[in-house]
Protein backbone atom coordinates (compact mmCIF):
# COMPACT_ATOMS: atom_id res chain seq x y z
CA UNK A 1 0.00 0.00 0.00
CA UNK A 2 1.13 3.31 -0.41
CA UNK A 3 1.42 5.92 2.53
CA UNK A 4 1.61 9.17 0.80
CA UNK A 5 1.17 11.82 3.14
CA UNK A 6 -2.61 13.98 3.43
CA UNK A 7 -1.88 16.93 1.25
CA UNK A 8 -1.88 18.73 -1.74
CA UNK A 9 0.08 15.92 -3.77
CA UNK A 10 -2.77 13.11 -2.87
CA UNK A 11 -5.20 15.71 -3.60
CA UNK A 12 -4.19 15.66 -7.15
CA UNK A 13 -3.49 12.36 -7.69
CA UNK A 14 -7.24 11.38 -6.58
CA UNK A 15 -8.32 14.31 -8.42
CA UNK A 16 -6.77 12.12 -11.08
CA UNK A 17 -6.77 8.06 -11.15
CA UNK A 18 -10.01 8.30 -8.83
CA UNK A 19 -12.52 10.90 -10.01
CA UNK A 20 -10.83 10.93 -13.02
CA UNK A 21 -10.58 14.65 -13.75
CA UNK A 22 -8.64 16.54 -16.38
CA UNK A 23 -6.65 18.86 -14.44
CA UNK A 24 -5.54 21.96 -16.26
CA UNK A 25 -4.73 24.10 -12.87
CA UNK A 26 -2.78 23.74 -9.67
CA UNK A 27 -2.77 21.44 -6.81
CA UNK A 28 -4.46 24.33 -4.81
CA UNK A 29 -7.87 24.48 -6.50
CA UNK A 30 -8.32 20.87 -5.77
CA UNK A 31 -10.72 19.91 -3.22
CA UNK A 32 -8.70 18.37 -0.20
CA UNK A 33 -10.09 14.91 -0.34
CA UNK A 34 -7.36 13.88 1.51
CA UNK A 35 -7.90 16.53 4.72
CA UNK A 36 -11.50 17.52 4.37
CA UNK A 37 -14.52 14.69 5.24
CA UNK A 38 -17.01 16.09 2.82
CA UNK A 39 -14.29 15.95 -0.17
CA UNK A 40 -13.33 12.92 0.78
CA UNK A 41 -17.17 11.24 0.58
CA UNK A 42 -17.27 12.55 -2.72
CA UNK A 43 -14.46 10.16 -3.47
CA UNK A 44 -16.49 7.52 -1.36
CA UNK A 45 -19.48 8.16 -3.96
CA UNK A 46 -17.31 8.17 -6.72
CA UNK A 47 -16.09 4.75 -6.47
CA UNK A 48 -19.46 3.22 -5.06
CA UNK A 49 -20.90 4.38 -8.55
CA UNK A 50 -17.44 3.17 -10.47
CA UNK A 51 -17.62 -0.88 -11.22
CA UNK A 52 -13.97 -2.13 -10.59
CA UNK A 53 -12.37 -4.89 -12.36
CA UNK A 54 -14.39 -7.70 -11.77
CA UNK A 55 -17.86 -5.31 -12.85
CA UNK A 56 -18.88 -5.11 -9.31
CA UNK A 57 -19.84 -1.47 -7.89
CA UNK A 58 -17.56 -1.00 -4.34
CA UNK A 59 -18.39 -1.07 -1.25
CA UNK A 60 -17.05 1.13 1.43
CA UNK A 61 -16.14 -0.42 4.92
CA UNK A 62 -14.56 2.06 7.88
CA UNK A 63 -13.83 1.37 11.23
CA UNK A 64 -12.08 4.34 13.05
CA UNK A 65 -11.57 5.21 16.61
CA UNK A 66 -10.97 8.72 17.64
CA UNK A 67 -7.66 9.79 19.17
CA UNK A 68 -6.35 6.23 17.43
CA UNK A 69 -6.68 5.29 13.70
CA UNK A 70 -9.04 5.21 11.06
CA UNK A 71 -8.90 1.98 8.14
CA UNK A 72 -11.11 2.82 5.12
CA UNK A 73 -11.67 -0.50 2.64
CA UNK A 74 -13.07 -0.48 -0.93
CA UNK A 75 -14.17 -4.04 -1.72
CA UNK A 76 -15.91 -5.78 -4.69
CA UNK A 77 -17.73 -8.86 -3.72
CA UNK A 78 -15.31 -10.83 -1.48
CA UNK A 79 -12.40 -9.83 -3.09
CA UNK A 80 -10.29 -6.80 -0.96
CA UNK A 81 -9.35 -4.34 -3.41
CA UNK A 82 -8.21 -1.16 -1.71
CA UNK A 83 -7.65 -0.72 2.28
CA UNK A 84 -5.97 2.63 3.77
CA UNK A 85 -4.77 3.13 7.35
CA UNK A 86 -3.88 6.69 8.71
CA UNK A 87 -4.78 8.41 11.17
CA UNK A 88 -7.40 10.74 10.29
CA UNK A 89 -11.00 9.34 8.14
CA UNK A 90 -10.19 11.37 4.89
CA UNK A 91 -6.70 10.31 4.44
CA UNK A 92 -7.86 6.66 4.92
CA UNK A 93 -10.27 6.82 2.73
CA UNK A 94 -7.90 8.49 0.07
CA UNK A 95 -5.81 5.73 0.64
CA UNK A 96 -7.95 3.11 0.13
CA UNK A 97 -9.34 4.74 -3.19
CA UNK A 98 -5.90 5.38 -4.61
CA UNK A 99 -5.23 1.72 -3.65
CA UNK A 100 -8.15 -0.07 -5.51
CA UNK A 101 -7.35 2.09 -8.80
CA UNK A 102 -3.59 0.77 -8.84
CA UNK A 103 -5.33 -2.57 -8.48
CA UNK A 104 -7.33 -2.23 -11.79
CA UNK A 105 -10.33 0.04 -11.81
CA UNK A 106 -12.31 0.20 -14.80
CA UNK A 107 -11.34 3.00 -16.76
CA UNK A 108 -13.69 2.48 -19.36
CA UNK A 109 -15.13 6.10 -18.23
CA UNK A 110 -13.31 8.58 -20.12
CA UNK A 111 -12.36 11.62 -17.85
CA UNK A 112 -14.45 15.06 -17.63
Not at 8 to 15: P, Q, S, T
Not at 32 to 38: E, V
Not at 94 to 107: N, S
Request: aromatic share 10%; glycine share 8%; with cysteine.
Amino acid sequence: MRQLPAGRELDGIIAEKVMRWQRYTTFDSDPRFSSDIAPAFLVVEKMGATPGPNGDHYTFLLDYVPGHSAIAIFAQGEDWEGRGEAATVPHAICLAALEAVEKGLDYSEPPR
